[in-house]
């Protein structure tokens, strides 16, 4: 089945995106590169586990406007460490908040769970960082590769087994001249559904290959298993990017965000649990004057971030 809005988030200025795995241990990391000047940033984090690095200064009022890159790791918490491979390679490159005598590179990350998929003694480094980093380029493959080599999705029901998640992205020209495009890692609790027609997409799998929509059992609209299966907090996460070439302020970057987040909500159910650690930052390369249309532009950033989820499973599972 053919991907919808095939863009990439790639398609906007100042964007590249580099993906390292082994895919022996089932992990890996993706490189979102925000270009030389760096892009204003914001984040919204919605899941109640998120593992997280340098969120903190994406909020408005705080002192850093711009940042240069933004790593998503597998590894869960282990895999913030690979975000010294993406400094070393952006201080070699001569990009960062200017202090004076150094520049330091500003780079957010985010990581999801997948210890339990591979072999849970490797993870994500430094290594695999700038390897990514080294691979990054105006393209970006989509599926089970980088961050999202050992996602999975539909994990709420006792007995079945998850169905594979991976990286999507899409993207989108504005009339305006304006492109907005987004990258996710689909490793949900949630079950997956197409986002526009509302079709189930993937959810846990029953030995006899029968699938089982979790939403149906926490309503009781369907027969199944009387409980759900039990998770630790922090096992499950939807990582992603937003990113538009568009002229915007923090306030403005962090509000695109926030809107991204709905479209969290239409390709996956349930979202932004107390099992997920849903986080999506924002990026803008500022080089299309907005004018009046940042309405347009967030409810853009809602389809393409869904479209992103989206993508990233069918590619994943081939369907």
Same mark, same amino acid.
């Given at each position: 089945?053919?991907?919808?809005?095939?863009?990439?988030?790639?398609?906007?200025?100042?964007?590249?995106?580099?993906?390292?795995?082994?895919?022996?241990?089932?992990?890996? +990391? #993706?490189?979102?590169? $925000?270009? @030389?000047?760096?892009? %204003?940033? =914001? &984040?919204?984090?919605?899941?109640?586990?998120? /593992?997280?690095?340098?969120?903190?200064?994406?909020?408005?009022?705080?002192?850093?406007?711009?940042?240069?890159?933004?790593? +998503? #790791?597998?590894?869960? $918490?282990? @895999?913030?460490?690979? %975000?010294? =491979? &993406?400094?070393?390679?952006?201080?070699?490159? /001569?990009?960062?908040?200017?202090?004076?005598?150094?520049?330091?590179?500003?780079?957010?990350?985010?990581?999801?769970?997948? +210890?339990?998929?591979?072999? $849970?003694?490797?993870?994500?480094?430094?290594?695999?960082?700038?390897?990514?980093?080294?691979?990054?380029?105006?393209?970006?493959?989509?599926?089970?590769?980088?961050?999202?080599?050992?996602?999975?999705?539909?994990?709420?029901?006792?007995?079945?087994?998850?169905?594979?998640?991976?990286?999507?992205?899409?993207?989108?020209?504005?009339?305006?001249?304006?492109?907005?495009?987004?990258?996710?890692?689909?490793?949900?609790?949630?079950?997956?559904?197409?986002?526009?027609?509302?079709?189930?997409?993937?959810?846990?799998?029953?030995?006899?290959?029968?699938?089982?929509?979790?939403?149906?059992?926490?309503?009781?609209?369907?027969?199944?298993?009387?409980?759900?299966?039990?998770?630790?907090?922090?096992?499950?996460?939807?990582?992603?990017?937003?990113?538009?070439?568009?002229?915007?302020?923090?306030?403005?970057?962090?509000?695109?965000?926030?809107?991204?987040?709905?479209?969290?909500?239409?390709?996956?159910?349930?979202?932004?649990?107390?099992?997920?650690?849903?986080?999506?930052?924002?990026?803008?390369?500022?080089?299309?004057?907005?004018?009046?249309?940042?309405?347009?532009?967030?409810?853009?950033?809602?389809?393409?971030?869904?479209?992103?989820?989206?993508?990233?499973?069918?590619?994943?599972?081939?369907?």
């Amino acid at each position: 089945m053919a991907t919808l809005f095939p863009g990439d988030i790639t398609r906007v200025h100042g964007i590249r995106v580099g993906h390292a795995e082994n895919r022996t241990a089932r992990t890996g +990391l #993706s490189v979102v590169l $925000a270009g @030389g000047d760096g892009a %204003v940033g =914001g &984040v919204d984090v919605r899941g109640a586990a998120p /593992g997280t690095r340098e969120t903190d200064l994406l909020r408005p009022g705080n002192l850093i406007e711009k940042i240069n890159a933004i790593v +998503l #790791s597998g590894g869960s $918490a282990y @895999g913030l460490a690979s %975000v010294d =491979g &993406v400094m070393s390679y952006l201080e070699k490159s /001569g990009v960062g908040a200017d202090m004076g005598y150094i520049k330091v590179p500003i780079v957010p990350a985010a990581v999801l769970y997948d +210890l339990d998929v591979g072999d $849970a003694t490797i993870r994500p480094d430094a290594k695999m960082a700038l390897n990514a980093c080294q691979k990054a380029q105006k393209s970006t493959q989509q599926g089970c590769i980088g961050a999202g080599c050992g996602a999975t999705v539909g994990k709420l029901v006792p007995g079945a087994t998850p169905m594979k998640g991976g990286v999507g992205t899409a993207s989108i020209t504005l009339p305006s001249g304006i492109t907005i495009g987004a990258l996710a890692v689909v490793n949900s609790v949630g079950d997956i559904y197409h986002p526009m027609t509302g079709r189930l997409v993937a959810c846990g799998t029953m030995d006899d290959d029968t699938k089982v929509e979790v939403m149906s059992l926490m309503l009781g609209t369907s027969p199944g298993a009387s409980s759900l299966k039990k998770l630790a907090p922090g096992q499950n996460t939807t990582l992603a990017v937003i990113a538009t070439d568009a002229v915007l302020n923090k306030e403005q970057v962090n509000r695109l965000a926030t809107v991204s987040h709905d479209g969290f909500a239409r390709a996956i159910r349930p979202v932004h649990t107390q099992l997920d650690g849903d986080i999506v930052f924002s990026l803008a390369t500022g080089r299309v004057d907005i004018d009046q249309n940042f309405v347009t532009l967030c409810a853009a950033a809602a389809e393409v971030m869904a479209m992103a989820i989206y993508n990233g499973v069918i590619a994943g599972n081939a369907i």
